[in-house]
């Protein structure tokens, strides 16, 4: 292993041998596949860097000179059908390993890649092909995403599209045509100012926006990698989420790499926590990231009858965390869980990185790999305890910050503001620099004048040994804005009653602030949850809101 990554940073460390600052300096023709992927398999042939397995236990293991094999086919089969540097290209893969070397391969082309989720419907496909001029598609035959694809009239528009994973009427068999064409493949020029990425990020009331990353994004991730998640290269790293998400762009494949680590990828249908908890016993993950809400479901799945000593770090991000979980998950494991805070716009703005002492429930304080603040209405910095939205310096434009919302300037120039990318998150710092995170703009509950953050109050109420899950959202109310709801999951043994409603609105009236007791509270068997396993409020309170249309 060759410390790669040390071509591009800088670091600064403290007398204690702490990272204190990291500079990131990219050349221009930087090109993430070429310049990290390639060098490692001419140089290091035989490293692994992707162990993939799904559920019927079926396995395959790619080295990086393996990706690069593929990778350049991939070129030259794409090249063939009219793909070129600067096409968008869609991909819709969840987490087939073909993901891998096809965004690989794009990348070397000059071309964008769109990874997508699976569970697009054909409303969401026509709006995505159109908004971005989306020239292919690569998509899974392992889920109905290919039906929805050919049910949307958009997909007429595409110059052609790609089938993974088996054979379709109208579809390009790509893992069988592939394998006709050449490996050598001859590099393309790029710019680090060329766009490299871009993902359409969730929408709330509006239309996804589409952010967009230039040739820099993968170094933005360097940190990241060696002080976040701590990717040991010669061990196995696995990050949870499905290839539709930015969370893979974070933990699954550039972030990784850039440190001449193994990816693990376990192709499930439905998320279990004891099949999780057996997948990481079996190929002894040394290093893991997933959503905090997963972490609440292994720990209710029982880990003591797994074998988890090979791990040697463990991360959240996706939500805040909850105390209660990050205790137990020591009790159980004697590790910390590792906060981090970052978008889909960026990478690891605030976190919890080595050689910090986690604080429970707190993100952690600003990455030196940026200029962080808390800001007021105002843009005037925050005091301690003081909630603000988290804002980023961009300038001078640093590595893993997005360049734009495609075709949208207004909203651009709304977000990249006065020199700063301004994330609509809010949060409050204390004495020690620790941010805590509040929640969104739009998550934040107005109620009667009060300010209420629903994670705060989500905390409380799972420390009630009925709850298993809370999500914490406003419903409007004629009188006080606002009423806090709580949508409860409750443990097994548990039975919803209005004797057990009030129970639990006692317990966090009595455990924090009364103004922040749910006062409304609905009994679910499940909360709606991305494939990522990260809780979407916007569909409880899109779901109050048709109720009361009715």
């Known amino acids: 292993m060759r410390d790669i990554n040390l071509r591009y940073i800088r670091e600064t460390f403290d007398e204690k041998g702490n990272l204190k600052h990291l500079d990131i300096d990219c050349p221009d ?51 063939s059908k009219g793909i070129a540097k600067g096409d968008f290209v869609m991909l819709v893969l969840k987490n087939n390993y073909q993901f891998w070397y096809v965004i690989t391969a794009l990348h070397k ?25 989306i020239k292919a ?17 958009s997909t007429k528009e595409l ?57 820099t994004y993968p170094l933005g991730h360097i940190l990241l990698a060696k002080y976040w998640h701590q990717v040991d290269p010669d061990g196995i790293h696995w990050t949870v989420a499905d290839t539709g998400w930015a969370k893979t762009a974070w933990g699954r494949l550039y972030s990784v790499w850039l440190m001449e680590g193994a990816s693990f990828v376990f192709e499930f249908d439905r998320f279990d926590p004891h099949k999780i908890l057996a997948m990481i016993e079996k190929y002894r993950i040394t290093t893991f990231c997933c959503p905090p809400t997963m972490f609440r479901l292994y720990l209710n799945a029982g880990v003591e009858g797994y074998d988890l000593s090979s791990l040697k770090n463990c991360c959240i991000a996706g939500e805040a965390l909850n105390p209660d979980t990050f205790n137990k998950w020591e009790e159980a494991t004697g590790l910390k869980l590792m906060e981090a805070f970052g978008q889909t716009e960026s990478s690891v703005i605030v976190g919890t990185i080595k050689g910090m002492t986690p604080k429970p429930g707190s993100m952690g304080r600003p990455s030196p790999q940026y200029r962080v603040e808390i800001v007021d209405e105002d843009g005037e910095p925050c005091e301690v305890g003081e909630e603000g939205e988290i804002v980023v310096s961009i300038e001078p434009r640093v590595p893993g910050i997005f360049v734009e919302y495609y075709r949208d300037p207004e909203k ?16 409050w710092k204390d004495e020690d620099g620790y941010y805590w995170y509040s929640g969104r703009n739009d998550d934040i509950i107005k109620s009667s004048g009060y300010r209420i953050s629903p994670f705060e109050v989500e905390s409380c109420a799972l420390e009630h040994p009925a709850v298993l899950e809370c999500a914490v959202t406003g419903v409007p109310d004629p009188v006080r804005g606002q009423l806090v709801k709580a949508t409860i999951v409750l443990r097994e043994g548990y039975e919803p009653t209005d004797e057990l409603k009030k129970e639990i609105q006692d317990y966090v009236k009595h455990n924090t602030a009364p103004y922040k007791y ?11 949850k991305s494939i990522s396993g990260k809780v979407k409020r916007v569909d ?6 048709e109720r009361r249309k009715d």
Request: hydrophobic share 40%.
């Open 540 to 545: 409880i309170r899109r779901k109050d809101s």
């Open 518 to 528: 749910p006062r409304a509270m609905e009994f679910v068997k499940e909360l709606p």
């Open 137 to 153: 598609a690569v998509v899974t035959s392992l889920t109905d995403a290919a039906d929805s694809f050919d049910a949307a009239e």
């Open 109 to 133: 082309m000059g071309a964008v890649p769109v990874p997508a989720t699976f569970m697009l419907k054909p409303h969401d496909i026509d709006y995505r092909i159109r908004a971005a001029s």
């Open 159 to 215: 110059s052609c599209k790609f089938i993974v994973g088996g054979k379709r009427d109208g579809w390009l068999d790509f893992d069988s045509e592939v394998e006709k064409f050449s490996d050598k493949w001859e590099r393309v020029p790029t710019h680090k100012t060329d766009r490299f990425l871009m993902y359409f990020t969730s929408g709330t009331s509006d239309n996804p926006k589409m952010a967009v990353h230039d040739q």
């Open 29 to 79: 023709s930087f090109n993430f596949a070429y310049d990290i992927v390639d060098d490692i398999a001419i140089n290091d042939p035989g490293r692994r860097a992707l162990i993939w397995t799904d559920e019927s236990g079926a396995e395959k293991i790619f080295t990086f000179a393996d990706i690069k094999r593929m990778s350049d086919k991939t070129c030259n089969y794409f090249a």
């Open 412 to 427: 651009t120039a709304f977000t990249l503001r006065d020199g700063w990318h301004h994330t609509g998150d809010v949060a």
